[in-house]
């Protein structure tokens, strides 16, 4: 039995996940409307009207605006914050962290903090040179990887903020006030819209490109489809926007992943309902880990359940106690859950399961011999540890995470031509190129020994024993019958 | 016929002696302290101390340095008042830092070694800036008036003129010409020395031993 399927108390620990989410609205701000409107903020409308037209007019057309919270309600600090500087009479910070936006929006910043975008940065800080500096330099990583991961913002002694991580939006950006991701990320300054951050373009910015190949997966979807066709009805400024009740044109990423769909909180969670991991060479299932004092964690099922009570490793390396654990069973739950708004149970569950499918056939066909081969190259010491260095890891890294991702994220939102596109790509650098490499690096005998093992014995590539085998592929002169 | 000018009784030639022997010098001392003011006002007075390096570089990069205009502000222009007796007060005021200079050349601090320099350049910084203050910026309104300023950006005049009202030039302005350092209320002195230490390659908590062995 999969460890996923273990189902013990994960029931309750979901509801436990589902509850601590906010209601179908935007949460209501409780904090009483006397603790904002400063009246030292109104000064700064005057002259920012003149020397920064633009951001004001955004500000002027928010629903902070109507609601009377100015300048100074969010960028206030105090005289001993490390980034505090003195602006025009009054202390402030440039940077206005989800700890400074939690002031008011108590739920969302809640829920932010334990959520898999505010591990961005985290979670590659370590392995993030190897790709960017190695490719690149430094100032790739700052331009680049850095502006969606988040930067580690860094305050000089003269009080200003080191150029190289600052400006900065990135989602998982480790604040000077400690606190970690960026809300602007979605909700541009100034005018921190809902619409917008509804949009799948708040997403694309990053969600695009190799690393995560979203945009054309959503665009080339049916759902993306549609949304392209009726984006006029998608009612975006809807208060509140629950599919099915305020909308139904056509799903936003936003709608699955977060959004309120029948008796289902909408969250700001944001991976909360994903099972898989989809990003790593061979995808895993994962627990999630919630933590007594709100922070979270995923867990690949390979590893042991964790017991509620139990003290276990957190993000940040230091020791948490554990809450609740929802198991991927339950996570995959929540986003049909929202499936389930337009399509029949049968249906969905369909869908996921020839989602799964993919990762499956990922795994087995592609993802595990490949690694399985790198390990050996590498404890042999065929293969420097240093990455990048010889070009099967290159191809490898190609293998795995450009095309793999491709292919897995292309069969989760519904794109086949993704799906198509990303596993033609795994299969072509694979017996293309990698197999050839594998022989260039161990030798032609190690380098047989090692496919015969891992990919001549394995039923996904038994079709390379049968080399006799004719097929009439377009462009192929064998195999074709020339009778007709 | 002979006319004599008809002096008081106390004037006697000796009073008329010492009369004209004390205007002369006044006027000589008046004289040279006008001299003395315009030259110890100059860059070259200035920058003959090497721990003014500090601030000579940032300035020489400055605006105020290389104006488009070619009208170039020396360091008096801006820290030392207008009018002789103004003058030579700061620069009486100003002589507590040849005497710390000379000292620190003895027995420490050395403001020559430039580690030094930047370590108590934030205090520097302060004392400038409230010295501006309590002057309400004077020697920038020498040259500069706020109805003139039309800056770059199309609404720099009417800022100047509507929300800068009421202001001083120093209480925007403050981190002009050189080294930038935060304000006073905002500035943190560990964040400072991890700054210097890390320009100049020197170990974590050199900065606070070198400050204590200062005071």
Not at chain 1, 109 to 121: D, W, Y
Not at chain 1, 310 to 321: A, Q, V, W
Not at chain 2, 22 to 50: N, P
Not at chain 2, 134 to 160: F, L, M, Q
Request: glycine letters at 8%.
């Amino acid at each position: 039995m999969k460890p996923y399927l273990q189902t013990s108390f994960s029931v309750l620990i979901l509801l436990i996940t589902l509850l601590s989410s906010t209601s179908v609205l935007a949460a209501k701000v409780t904090v009483d409307s006397s603790s904002w409107g400063s009246d030292e903020g109104k000064a700064c409308v005057d002259c920012h009207s003149k020397s920064s037209a633009g951001l004001t007019h955004q500000w002027k057309n928010s629903a902070h605006a109507v609601a009377n919270v100015n300048c100074l309600d969010c960028h206030q600090a105090y005289e001993e914050d490390v980034d505090a500087i003195e602006h025009e009479g009054s202390i402030i910070a440039t940077i206005v962290s989800p700890k400074d936006c939690g002031r008011c929006h108590t739920q969302e910043f809640k829920q932010q903090k334990g959520s898999v975008h505010t591990r961005a940065l985290t979670i590659i800080k370590n392995r993030m040179p190897a790709l960017s500096e190695h490719f690149g330099s430094p100032s790739i990583n700052d331009a680049g990887c850095a502006k969606c991961h988040g930067s580690e913002v860094k305050v000089r002694g003269d009080g200003t903020l080191d150029p190289a991580s600052w400006p900065n939006s990135g989602i998982g950006r480790i604040n000077p006030d400690g606190s970690v991701g960026s809300c602007s990320s979605c909700h541009g300054r100034h005018q921190f819209s809902k619409a917008q951050a509804r949009e799948p373009q708040a997403c694309i910015y990053c969600h695009s490109g190799p690393d995560s190949p979203d945009k054309s997966i959503y665009e080339s979807s049916r759902h993306g489809i549609m949304y392209e066709a009726h984006k006029k009805d998608m009612n975006m400024d809807s208060d509140q926007w629950v599919v099915g009740k305020d909308y139904s044109a056509a799903p936003t990423c936003v709608t699955c992943h977060m959004g309120a769909a029948g008796k289902m909180k909408s969250t700001h969670d944001v991976g909360m309902r994903d099972s898989w991991n989809l990003n790593e060479a061979v995808s895993k299932q994962q627990y999630l880990v919630i933590f007594a004092d709100g922070s979270k964690r995923e867990l690949s099922t390979s590893e042991p359940i964790p017991r509620r009570g139990e003290s276990i490793s957190k993000m940040d390396g230091s020791m948490g106690k554990v809450k609740a654990v929802a198991s991927p069973k339950r996570r995959r739950g929540a986003m049909t859950k929202v499936c389930l708004e337009c399509h029949s149970k049968g249906f969905s569950n369909n869908a996921m399961l020839q989602f799964d499918n993919v990762v499956e056939l990922f795994n087995e066909k592609y993802g595990k011999p490949a690694q399985a081969i790198m390990q050996q190259l590498y404890s042999d010491d065929l293969l420097t540890p240093l990455p990048f260095d010889e070009p099967i890891e290159v191809t490898y890294w190609n293998l795995w995470h450009t095309s793999g991702t491709m292919a897995r994220h292309g069969a989760a939102m519904g794109s086949p031509s993704m799906t198509w596109k990303g596993m033609s790509e795994v299969g072509s650098n694979f017996y293309g190129k990698f197999l050839k490499q594998i022989r260039g690096v161990a030798g032609k005998q190690k380098g047989d020994a090692l496919i015969k093992k891992y990919i001549n014995d394995s039923e996904h590539h038994d079709w390379l024993n049968h080399p006799e085998k004719g097929n009439p592929v377009p462009g192929f002169g064998q195999g074709i019958s020339h009778e007709d | 016929m002979k006319i004599r000018l008809q002096l008081p009784a106390f004037i006697t030639r000796h009073v008329l002696f010492a009369l004209l022997v004390g205007g002369i010098s006044g006027m000589g001392f008046i004289l040279f302290l006008i001299e003395f003011d315009h030259y110890t006002s100059s860059e070259d007075f200035c920058t003959s101390c090497h721990s003014m390096e500090i601030v000579a570089d940032p300035y020489r990069q400055s605006k105020h340095y290389k104006p488009d205009s070619g009208v170039r502000a020396s360091c008096g222009d801006c820290h030392v008042s207008e009018g002789v007796l103004s003058a030579t007060w700061d620069h009486f005021i100003g002589g507590k830092d040849v005497i710390n200079q000379l000292k620190g050349a003895l027995i420490g601090p050395d403001y020559d070694d430039p580690v030094v320099s930047a370590l108590h350049l934030p205090e520097a910084a302060f004392a400038a800036r409230s010295w501006f203050k309590k002057r309400d910026s004077a020697t920038c309104k020498k040259c500069h008036v706020k109805e003139a300023i039309y800056g770059t950006r199309p609404d720099t005049n009417k800022i100047h003129l509507e929300d800068a009202k009421h202001k001083s030039c120093i209480d925007c302005h403050y981190n002009l010409v050189h080294r930038r350092v935060p304000h006073e209320r905002t500035f943190k002195r560990a964040a400072w020395n991890a700054m210097i230490e890390s320009e100049f390659g020197l170990e974590k908590g050199t900065a606070k031993k070198m400050m204590a062995e200062n005071d």
